[in-house]
């Protein structure tokens, strides 16, 4: 059974508007999450990561947001430009851990 | 400094051939992990290695075995194929646990079992 779970494979969104991505995990003992970003026929990226005892991070363009009580975080990219387009994955593991679990992914498509 | 290499980038095997791929790193990082990725699945962990000479088992470990006798090199090996592991892998490595680091990939190795 999953552990980390994506629920929208794909997303589109027109360039310059906000794109969001979610994601929901199941072990409240998660304690560190990521965000990765992956190109066609590339590895995927290091994009943003949030500790649980935040509950925002912002890199330029992406934030992360983590609700902790629900289970969920999100991904926010303002504005949405047309190389953001990817598939992005989430990924949670536990504090000092050696193990990170990934989401199947969601593909987001920038149309210009 | 290539990060993190695979090698090879395709191969297509016949049931039950057996097949090693190689994953090195020149970022001297200690810990380093084979995933597959399969559609609707994300990526999963098949082994991992904390330290030279060191493996453990991740999430769907069965069908693979590996070994890390350079810190810089990390062998998955399919003794037997089959088509059930037909998959993307992808090899990855990070300098230490930590809610300060981070993996990074490799461009992954495309494996097709007939």
């Known amino acids: 059974d999953q552990q980390v779970k994506q629920n929208s494979p794909s997303l589109s969104v027109q360039e310059g508007r906000i794109s969001i991505l979610n994601c929901d995990y199941t072990?409240?003992?998660?304690?560190?999450f990521l965000w990765y970003k992956k190109y066609p026929a590339e590895g995927p990226t290091f994009l943003i990561s949030?500790?649980?005892?935040?509950d925002k991070n912002e890199d330029g363009r992406f934030t992360v947001f983590l609700n902790k009580s629900a289970k969920h975080l999100s991904l926010h990219i303002v504005p949405s430009q047309p190389g953001d387009s990817a598939v992005y994955f989430c990924?949670?593991?536990?504090?000092?851990?050696?193990?990170?679990?990934f989401g199947s992914g969601t593909k987001l498509n920038v149309k210009p | 400094n290539a990060g993190v290499t695979q090698t090879p980038k395709f191969r297509v095997l016949k049931t039950g051939q057996s097949m090693t791929l190689l994953c090195a790193q020149d970022?001297?990082?200690?810990?380093m992990y084979w995933y597959r990725q399969d559609p609707g699945m994300g990526l999963r962990l098949i082994h991992y290695s904390v330290g030279e000479g060191t493996t453990a088992k991740g999430e769907v470990p069965d069908g693979y075995n590996v070994s890390r006798l350079k810190k810089q090199n990390f062998l998955l090996g399919l003794e037997s194929a089959a088509p059930s592991q037909t998959s993307v892998y992808f090899c990855?490595?990070?300098?230490?646990?930590?809610?300060?680091?981070?993996?990074?990939f490799g461009p992954g190795t495309r494996l097709t079992v007939l």
């Open positions: 990855a490595s990070s300098y230490r646990a930590g809610d300060t680091d981070t993996q990074y």
């Open positions: 990924a949670a593991s536990l504090y000092n851990f050696n193990k990170f679990y």
């Open positions: 072990n409240s003992m998660f304690d560190y």
């Open positions: 970022m001297n990082h200690e810990y």
């Open positions: 949030i500790s649980s005892i935040k």
